[in-house]
């Protein structure tokens, strides 16, 4: 039957689509902070100039335009729905409010995490981008290019710690049944406690075969 319904196809479709970007701008984020972070320190500059000149544009290049195409395939799977009933047209489905007018369980989990996914490309687009762009072609004046690097490398790191409680958000709506402040809670503490544990571990291993 799915096969025959255009709703059900456009549908996987786009969660395909959005998984796939998902990974690859994520995939990047956790490439700059779990392995070019300890590969730059342990670089001397003349290093730096050979390599970076050639790896920056190329990784920045699928990171922003995964994150893109992340968030907007993310507001059209929103769409489709949370506001949106095949048959009846837009609003709030039953998936978002309940019979009594409440927000349902997954409408909770679905804006937490998307919340989250928002600032992430927020930051990605308004912070990190343009100021790598400025850095790699050579803008910003020697006496700035510390303070710059610095804002950059913060909303990485922000971005870095806000994956892990956002991938939850972004599971649990069609996955766990459940959503309070508890679930949240753990959610979060979880997330960020997979990341404080990356972050710790990248600076030790994989420094030989
Ligand atoms: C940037 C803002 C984002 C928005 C607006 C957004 C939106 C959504 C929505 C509406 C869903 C469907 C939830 C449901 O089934 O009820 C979803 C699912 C999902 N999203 Fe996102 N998302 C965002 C970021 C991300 C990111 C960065 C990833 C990283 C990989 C991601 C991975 C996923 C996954 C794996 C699912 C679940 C797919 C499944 O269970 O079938 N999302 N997202």
């Known amino acids: ?10 549908h996987l479709l786009i969660r395909w ?8 701008w994520i995939g990047h984020l956790y490439f700059f902070n779990f392995v070019n972070v300890p590969l730059q320190g342990a670089l001397d500059d003349a290093a730096k100039k050979l390599v970076n000149p050639k790896l920056m544009p190329r990784a920045l ?9 992340t968030f907007l395939s993310g507001l059209v799977l929103f769409t489709l729905l949370y506001m949106y009933t095949p048959g009846q047209g837009f609003g709030p489905s039953a998936l978002f409010t309940g019979s009594d007018g409440q927000l349902t369980a997954r409408a909770v989990w679905i804006l937490f995490g998307m919340l989250l996914g928002f600032i992430m490309w927020f930051n990605v687009w308004m912070i990190i981008w343009p100021a790598q762009r400025r850095l790699l072609s050579g803008q910003v004046p020697a006496d700035q290019v510390a303070a710059v690097r ?3 490398g913060l909303a990485s790191r922000v971005n870095t710690f806000l994956s892990g409680p956002m991938l939850f958000g972004m599971l649990a709506p ?11 809670l753990v959610a979060t503490a979880l997330g960020l406690i997979a990341i404080f544990w990356s972050i710790k571990t990248s600076f030790k291993v994989g420094t030989s075969v």
């Open 150 to 152: 610095k804002k950059a």
């Open 1 to 10: 039957m799915a096969l025959q319904d255009l709703y059900s196809n456009i």
């Open 174 to 184: 069609s996955h766990y049944g459940a959503s309070n402040g508890l679930t949240l």
């Open 17 to 24: 689509l959005h998984v796939i970007a998902g990974i690859t």
């Open 61 to 69: 290049w699928w990171f922003r335009w995964g994150a893109m195409i």
